[in-house]
């Protein structure tokens, strides 16, 4: 088909419509002229349609062009919307070239993320709503925003303004490699997003069938948090917003009540802004050391009968995640949370390689794959001297691409539990936009069709060259993608 214009996009219910309107917006960006309307006689049209006959996957779509018109049928909005998405990429750069096809599609994984961590370097709302226009495109269906660090909170707060006034700024930051540097920039960076801001973009992703899962780590990577209220520490502080990388000792106390009472009054705030049925509560990289002299944390241990202070992490989890439990949502923690003792209803993401995922689904615990030598965006793609540079690693489009979810050692029935996988983009050495598309594209490319396509078909050289003739994809919204594999 080559399409005369205008175009007219056929659409009834509320539902329909939305999903139409994104289409409206790219052909029109495209300078195609389009009508909207409930019906047609027109010949080049394009039927946008949601009916429970058409599939029972709750994102599967099925795309039929052919003399008669365009009809994208599917069971959900959201696979309406993928529809919409594999009929944008086939109709070209230019939106014109429509050829005759008949596919019928569904993901392989319910669970397709991207992560972006704006604790260590913030970016503005533009960005991270480009971020979601850019994992929609690729049909990515979760963003786990990562809002709490030592160096920085990011969440607006309104029942501790502290947050907002102390824990959002840190004094300055170090130059070049923490591993090796001992310079200081001297210039104050900070700021956070406001509950107006939030919402907004959570609005936004949630027209892209984007489910945001926002992530207040605890007990660890809090010092920022303990900096504006020092007496959720276990010395009472003084501390101060981290202004180096790493992991480190400040951690919230896990014997004192108010640490607790903080962090549901946290929490309530998130509930409120985000309607995820999982909130990630991280469990990553808390070091002991504070729990161990701390009278608080050890009368804790002892009026609990814990064995150790791995059981007292489980404990702060546990109540944590019956927390969330008792207000209809699910917790979803790094693998360190499988020491001591897992929460009952927990879901693991697996990053320390997949040992932590596998024992998870054989304990029958929901588990996503993000293990670090796949799936971590923030190592280098290519060993060039002239790359920017990153936290270290080396994880190049091809390493992303052979990414297996599910591991070998698991029984079919154990691998119902893995519900996909995300690649994480930690943002120590990412200060800018351009630098976070750098890292990201066009490795997420080749996670997005790990994660969506079944593996029949999976064949990396096949792969590079469908991307080369779909770079116009990232080009179409200005992403500054690395050059590795296009050269
Ligand atoms: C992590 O990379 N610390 C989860
Ligand atoms: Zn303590």
């Excluded at 993901?107 to 533009?126: A, E, I, K, N, T």
């Excluded at 351009?434 to 490319?445: I, L, Q, V």
């Amino acid at each position: 088909v080559r399409w005369n214009k205008p175009v007219t996009l056929v659409a009834v219910s509320a539902e329909e419509i939305a999903v139409a309107e994104l289409l409206k917006a790219h052909l029109e960006q495209k300078n195609i002229s389009v009508t909207l309307q409930p019906e047609t006689t027109a010949r080049d049209f394009v039927k946008l349609e949601i009916n429970s006959a058409a599939g029972s996957h709750p994102e599967g779509y099925r795309l039929t062009v052919n003399q008669n018109g365009i009809v994208i049928r599917a069971g959900t909005g959201a696979g309406l919307f993928y529809g919409v998405q594999s009929f944008i990429q086939l109709a070209g750069a230019d939106a014109r070239q429509i050829p005759f096809v008949e596919i019928e599609d569904q993901p392989r994984f319910s669970y397709r993320g991207l992560h972006l961590d704006v604790g260590r370097h913030m970016f503005p709302v533009d960005f991270i709503k480009k971020y979601i226009d850019l994992m929609a495109r690729f049909k990515f269906n979760r963003f786990h925003w990562h809002l709490t660090e030592d160096q920085g909170w990011r969440i607006e707060i309104k029942k501790y303004p502290k947050l907002q006034q102390v824990a959002a700024h840190r004094n300055e930051t170090v130059v070049g490699h923490a591993g090796k540097s001992k310079t200081y920039d001297g210039t104050p960076y900070g700021g956070y997003h406001t509950q107006d801001e939030i919402k907004s973009v959570v609005e936004y992703a949630r027209k892209r069938f984007i489910t945001i899962i926002p992530e207040i780590e605890l007990p660890g990577h809090s010092q920022a948090a303990l900096a504006a209220y020092p007496q959720l520490g276990c010395t009472g502080g003084p501390y101060q917003v981290a202004t180096t990388w790493g992991v480190f000792e400040n951690v919230y106390c896990a014997g004192k009540e108010e640490t607790f009472i903080f962090l549901q009054g946290v929490l309530d705030e998130v509930l409120e802004l985000f309607p995820s049925e999982y909130i990630h509560i991280g469990g990553d990289e808390c070091p002991k050391t504070s729990w161990k002299k701390c009278k608080f944390c050890q009368a804790r241990i002892k009026k609990e009968k814990l064995k150790d202070e791995h059981e007292l992490q489980s404990y702060f989890i546990q109540r944590i995640e019956k927390y969330l439990n008792s207000k209809g949502r699910q917790i979803i923690g790094w693998d360190e949370i499988l020491e001591g003792g897992l929460a009952p209803n927990a879901t693991v993401m697996s990053w320390r390689g997949e040992a932590g995922g596998i024992e998870a689904a054989k304990k029958q615990h929901r588990v996503i794959m993000t293990p670090g030598n796949w799936c971590y965006f923030d190592h280098y793609q290519d060993t060039a001297a002239n790359e920017p540079l990153a936290i270290g690693g080396y994880t190049p489009v091809h390493e992303v691409y052979s990414y297996e979810p599910v591991p070998p050692q698991l029984s079919p029935q154990q691998a119902t539990y893995i519900l996909g996988a995300q690649a994480n983009l930690w943002t120590e050495y990412i200060t800018t936009p351009a630098h976070a598309e750098y890292m990201a594209y066009p490795r997420a490319c080749a996670l997005a069709e790990v994660v969506w396509s079944d593996t029949k078909s999976k064949d990396y050289n096949t792969f590079i060259n469908r991307l080369k003739a779909n770079r116009w994809l990232l080009d179409d919204l200005g992403v500054n993608y690395a050059q590795h594999i296009f050269k």
